[in-house]
């Protein structure tokens, strides 16, 4: 039996590791799905019924998805028996890098760093994290493999607003303010959907304030979110850092234009592969610039990011 782990936090959240762990789960066969928090294991969306104790006694695989597993957050990392698999979804490495040293980040670096070490398989979601973690962790390249996200192709051809849509966490590493200057820049209107009012909401709401902009909180419905996303003119991603970012391929099987930042992981996943138009990260000009383009619309799934060939890849494991 395969046991999916994750930090209760993540229970109905709307970030791509949900997803990711929500759609995969709900494919695997005689698997169950246990959440915790202050190292306390509970059953949830099990499809056995089992107790923690029997989940975690009968199950030989273990994949794990929070850094909190780890001994430095007291998790419960060496009461799994069985192959553990890591499904590093970001490396904290990079947060360092992006947002400077500090006693949680250290901890949160030492924490990845032991499931690195004590887990038989870690899984990247792009290659491009695959590659920095091998430059920190060579002795542990052998372990590093990569899935990507996989989804369903279902396009739709729904009218077309005159929307710029954004869709994700409001956080600063995210670029949202860039998008907000270059929609100022570019007399657009912005559709926003995510946590608006989280601590970086309020803060950004002086510059919202001063474009034509809708907000919607989290939509925990994906059909409604495909809605939302085959109705705009435009997706943008103008983040500074990111990992596989759902709303990239989401905005294709809906027949969406797609703008991207060009940092490294979106050059992979995206601008490589001819599915979007970029930008310069970080230059407003730039993005504004772009946003008056007719952005082309690609339609076409690449089969690397299928829902059939994320799950042969993780039955593969």
């Not at 559709?191 to 909401?201: E, V």
Request: proline share 3%; aromatic share 10%; with cysteine.
């Amino acid at each position: 039996m395969v046991t999916l782990i994750s930090a209760q936090r993540h229970y109905m959240s709307m970030d791509g590791i949900w997803i990711f762990i929500n759609r995969y789960s709900k494919l695997l066969n005689n698997s169950s799905f246990l959440t915790y928090r202050r190292n306390i294991l509970k059953p949830h969306l099990c499809t056995v019924n089992l107790s923690v104790n029997s989940c975690i006694s009968k199950s030989s695989i273990f994949h794990i998805h929070s850094i909190m597993d780890s001994n430095v957050f007291n998790g419960p990392i060496d009461k799994y028996n069985g192959k553990k698999i890591y499904f590093c979804h970001h490396l904290i490495s990079e947060e360092i890098c992006y947002y400077g040293q500090s006693i949680l980040m250290q901890q949160k670096y030492e924490a990845q760093s032991e499931l690195f070490r004590k887990c038989n398989q870690i899984v990247f979601l792009t290659h491009h994290h695959k590659n920095k973690a091998i430059r920190d962790f060579p002795q542990l390249k052998n372990k590093f493999t990569v899935v990507y996200h996989g989804i369903k192709s279902n396009y739709n051809n729904i009218q077309k607003s005159d929307n710029i849509l954004y869709v994700g966490r409001i956080s600063r590493e995210k670029g949202i303010t860039d998008l907000i200057k270059a929609c100022k820049l570019s007399n657009k209107s912005l559709r926003i959907i995510g946590d608006i009012d989280s601590p970086y909401g309020k803060e950004i709401q002086p510059l919202l304030d001063k474009i034509e902009y809708t907000t919607r909180n989290w939509i925990y419905d994906r059909s409604e979110i495909y809605e939302e996303i085959s109705k705009a003119q435009l997706v943008v991603l103008p983040a500074h850092l990111d990992c596989f970012n759902m709303v990239g391929i989401e905005a294709i099987v809906c027949g969406t234009p797609l703008l991207v930042s060009d940092i490294p992981v979106f050059r992979e996943l995206y601008i490589d592969k001819n599915l979007a138009e970029s930008f310069k990260v970080g230059d407003i000009n730039d993005l504004a610039k772009k946003l008056t383009h007719q952005n082309p619309i690609m339609n076409h799934l690449p089969q690397e990011y299928t829902e059939e060939h994320m799950m042969n890849k993780i039955n593969s494991l």
